[in-house]
């Protein structure tokens, strides 16, 4: 699976949009970029997946670039309860294929 | 939330003790998963199973074994714990199709002295 580099933290206030980066320069034409959360010591949250297409969900956007070498989360309306590690993984689909997690984005959003 | 409960959420045993963490998962999903987490690290796979008796190793797989007897269960055994192995373990499911997406336990807090 392709390596992914995510800046280590980032601030948000709430109510903003908070836009999450993510480069997965490596990427292979059947992998799919995935997001994930985890919150404090929780288990890690499914957010959303895309291969190529913009991606809208209940949670949050994706939006891919054209050369699928990059990817930016979007959660359009930060709340205090988005404050969170964010995983930006790129993997292929169909099959029991391990999620390889980084260190993700340290998502701090403040009041 | 996806049904998926782990036992015991916190453990603290001695070292050279054998232990055994529960996944128990309520969804009938084909693909169970067992990952560690420890501090300046993201979660590490240490094995994963894809059906009943079937399981296979991860990247960290040393020093654990699995065992998968039924659908919804997936059990985690440390022959003689080490203090290496102090960490939070984390159970995960997928159905191993369409979009696969994993749902995570809660977790167990595992601490050996």
């Known amino acids: 699976d392709a390596k992914t580099t995510q800046p280590p933290s980032m601030d948000c206030a709430e109510g903003r949009a908070a836009n999450l980066p993510c480069n997965h320069s490596t990427i292979s034409g059947n992998e799919y970029v995935y997001w994930y959360r985890q919150i404090h010591s929780q288990g890690p949250q499914y957010i959303i997946h895309?291969?190529?297409n913009n991606e809208t969900n209940e949670m949050a956007s994706l939006i891919i670039t054209e050369d699928r070498k990059s990817s930016t989360l979007i959660l359009p309306h930060a709340t205090l309860r988005d404050t969170a590690v964010y995983y930006c993984i790129v993997r292929t689909t169909g099959t029991a294929s391990k999620l390889t997690f980084g260190t993700g984005t340290r998502l701090q959003v403040t009041l | 939330d996806a049904g998926i409960t782990q036992s015991p959420r916190h453990k603290v045993t001695e070292t050279g003790t054998p232990v055994t963490l529960r996944c128990h998962q309520t969804?009938?999903?084909?693909?169970m998963y067992w990952y560690r987490q420890d501090p300046g690290h993201g979660l590490r796979l240490i094995h994963y199973?894809?059906?009943?008796?079937?399981?296979d190793k991860g990247e960290v797989s040393d020093g654990y074994s699995v065992s998968r007897s039924k659908t919804e269960d997936f059990l985690l055994t440390l022959e003689s714990a080490t203090s290496s192995q102090t960490s939070v373990y984390f159970c995960?499911?997928?159905?191993?199709?369409?979009?696969?997406?994993?749902?995570f336990g809660p977790g167990t807090r595992l601490t050996v002295t």
């Open positions: 895309g291969l190529k």
């Open positions: 995960a499911i997928s159905t191993g199709t369409g979009s696969d997406e994993q749902y």
């Open positions: 969804e009938n999903h084909r693909y």
């Open positions: 199973s894809y059906g009943v008796k079937d399981t």
